[in-house]
C-alpha cells in the first residue's frame, strides 16, 4: 500500500469511533499508542533489542479479546507512562479513550496488528502519520489546526534557509514536527552526506520543544516514522516537553524554524530584571528578554533571539500585530533591527491557515555579535497577501505560490537581489526599504504595504464578491480574536 492508501484506510475506522464521541485528536493519539507497541514487537521478532516490558508488549494485548483486552490495555497504558526515554516521550500521560471493547479489538486485530510496519519504508508510514495529522488539523472544533502549518511554506522557508549537515535546527514551539521533517527531509536528500553527517541527522540536528503532552507524542511519533530519533533512545531525544519560554534553549542552536501558537495573551508576564512588576506569581524574569510584555509572541520573538548562536539564522512565522503592536512591541522591534540583521519580510495571505482569520508573516533574521550601529541594513518584503485568495480546502495554498519568493530570495546570495517592483512596475510584490526608512515610520512599524487590491479606486468594481466576502470574514474573524484577549486580559487585571 501507499501513503495515501493507507491514511483511507485508518480514516475509515474513524469514522467507526466517532460514533461514540471520540475526536479525530484521540483517534489519531491512541493509533500513535498501537502503532508504537506494534512496531516494537516487529523489532523483537527481527531479533533486535526488546524496548517494552514483557507483559506490557504487543504480544500481551493482541492475545486478549473484549473487556479482558481493555482492561490490559489500560494497565499497559499506565505502566508505560512512567518510563524514560521515547518510551515516557509517547506514554506520558496516556489514557484509553476507546470505551467500547469491541471497537478496541476491531482496531488491534484488523487494523493495526496484520499490517508489517517496518516493512514499509520510512517515506510511506511518515507519510501516512503526516496525513493523519493533516487530516486532524482540519478538524476545526478540535482546535489542532494550530498546531499545523501549511507544508508547502515549510517547504519554501526551509529551502531559502538552507541548513547545511552538521548544523542544529531548533524548532521551540514544535507542534507535531513539520519544519523538523522538513528540514531533515531537505538534507537527508542530499547524496555527499557520509556516515557520521547522517547519524548527527538523525540523532542530534534536530531538536523541538512543545509544551502540551499529546502534541508531544505526535511530534515524537511523527519524527520517528521517519527515521529521526531511536525508538529505544533514553538520550538525545528529538522533542521534549517543556514550557520553551521559561528560559533560553542550551546549547544554542544553529537554526529556529517556527511557528508559535496563535493566540496573542499570556496569562504569565515575562519580565526583564530592570522591571517593577511587584510579587505577582504568575511572572517569569528572563534577564535576555528586552521588553516587558504578556504578548505570547512578542516574548517568542525575544526567546528566539536566546535561542541563536552568534550568526545563527531563523524563520519565524508571526501574527501582524508583533509589526506594529505599539510600547514593548516598538521597543523589541527596534532592538531586533540594531542586534539583528532581519532582511527579509514575508506577508502571507489569508486563509491558508486551518485557524480562522489569521494573519501572519514570515520574519528572517540572523542574530550578530554586539556592535554599535544597527546590523540591519536594509529589510526585503514580498507581498503574497495583496489580490490572493486561499481556503485550507477549495484553495489550498500550494509549493508553486511561492516559487517567485524563493527565486527573489537569492539564499545563495542576497548580494544580488533584484526589486520586481518600481514607479514602472507598479505591481511587482518585491522590494526593499533601509534601516533609516523604517526607524523612522511611526512605532517603527514594519507592517509595510504598497499594492492596492484590484478595483481599491473603482468601488472593488470587477472584483469576484466571493473574494470580498473571504475578506470581510477574515478581517471580522480576526478582529473578533483580538477583542476575546482584550477581554482576557482585562479579567486579569481586574483579579
Not at 479513550?97 to 486485530?109: G, Y
Not at 472544533?141 to 501549511?150: I, M, R
Amino acid at each position: 500500500m501507499n501513503a495515501p492508501q493507507i491514511v483511507q484506510k485508518l480514516w475509515n475506522y474513524c469514522d467507526l469511533l466517532r460514533d461514540d464521541g471520540l475526536s479525530y485528536g484521540d483517534y489519531v493519539e491512541q493509533l500513535t499508542f498501537l502503532l508504537f507497541l506494534k512496531m516494537a514487537h516487529e523489532r523483537v521478532e527481527l531479533g533486535e533489542s526488546r524496548v517494552v516490558p514483557k507483559g506490557y508488549d504487543w504480544t500481551a494485548l493482541a492475545k486478549e479479546q473484549g473487556e479482558a483486552l481493555e482492561s490490559r490495555y489500560r494497565d499497559i497504558l499506565t505502566h508505560l507512562a512512567n518510563k524514560q526515554g521515547m518510551l515516557g516521550l509517547i506514554f506520558r500521560k496516556s489514557q484509553n479513550k476507546i470505551q467500547d471493547p469491541a471497537k478496541l479489538t476491531m482496531l488491534v486485530k484488523e487494523l493495526i496488528g496484520p499490517q508489517q510496519w517496518l516493512e514499509l519504508g520510512a517515506d510511506v508510514k511518515g507519510d501516512a502519520y503526516e496525513g493523519l495529522l493533516e487530516k486532524n488539523a482540519q478538524d476545526v472544533k478540535g482546535g489542532a489546526g494550530q498546531y499545523f502549518t501549511p507544508r508547502p511554506l515549510i517547504q519554501a522557508i526551509v529551502a531559502v534557509i538552507n541548513p547545511r549537515p552538521g548544523e542544529v535546527i531548533l524548532d521551540p514551539a514544535c507542534g507535531t514536527g513539520g519544519f523538523l521533517l522538513a528540514a531533515y527531509e531537505h538534507l537527508a536528500g542530499r547524496r555527499d552526506l557520509d556516515k557520521d553527517q547522517r547519524r548527527h541527522l538523525s540523532r542530534k540536528a534536530l531538536r523541538g520543544v512543545e509544551l502540551v503532552d499529546s502534541v508531544v507524542r505526535l511530534c515524537a511519533m511523527n519524527l520517528m516514522l521517519h527515521g529521526v530519533g531511536a525508538m529505544d533512545s533514553d538520550n538525545d531525544l528529538p522533542v521534549e516537553r517543556a514550557d520553551s519560554l521559561s528560559k533560553a534553549y542550551r546549547p544554542a542552536a544553529n537554526i529556529v524554524l517556527t511557528n508559535p501558537p496563535f493566540g496573542r495573551s499570556s496569562s504569565v508576564t515575562f519580565t526583564t530584571e530592570d522591571d517593577e512588576t511587584g510579587n505577582d506569581a504568575l511572572t517569569v524574569v528572563r534577564d535576555d528578554f528586552w521588553a516587558e510584555t504578556r504578548n505570547k509572541q512578542l516574548n517568542f520573538l525575544q526567546h528566539i533571539v536566546t535561542c541563536l548562536e552568534i550568526h545563527g539564522r531563523a524563520a519565524v512565522v508571526l501574527p501582524d500585530n508583533v509589526l506594529f503592536e505599539g510600547g514593548a512591541g516598538e521597543k523589541i522591534r527596534r532592538k531586533l533591527l540594531a542586534t539583528c540583521d532581519l532582511h527579509t519580510i514575508l506577508r502571507l495571505p489569508t486563509g491558508i491557515f486551518y485557524a480562522q482569520g489569521v494573519k501572519a508573516n514570515v520574519l528572517f533574521f540572523e542574530r550578530k555579535p554586539a556592535a554599535e550601529k544597527p546590523w540591519t541594513k536594509r529589510v526585503w518584503f514580498y507581498d503574497l497577501r495583496t489580490g490572493s485568495t486561499f481556503t485550507p480546502k477549495q484553495n489550498p495554498l500550494r509549493r508553486n505560490h511561492l516559487d517567485e519568493f524563493v527565486a527573489c530570495y537569492k539564499a545563495d546570495d542576497r548580494a544580488e537581489r533584484k526589486a520586481t517592483w518600481s514607479e514602472a512596475k507598479p505591481t511587482g510584490k518585491w522590494r526593499s526599504y533601509t534601516y533609516a526608512e523604517l526607524a523612522a515610520r511611526d512605532k517603527c512599524n514594519l507592517d509595510v504595504t504598497w499594492l492596492t487590491e484590484e478595483g481599491d479606486n473603482d468601488d472593488a468594481a470587477g472584483i469576484d464578491p466571493s473574494t470580498i466576502a473571504r475578506s470581510i470574514i477574515d478581517d471580522v474573524q480576526s478582529a473578533l480574536a483580538g477583542f476575546a484577549e482584550l477581554e482576557a486580559g482585562l479579567k486579569h487585571v481586574r483579579k
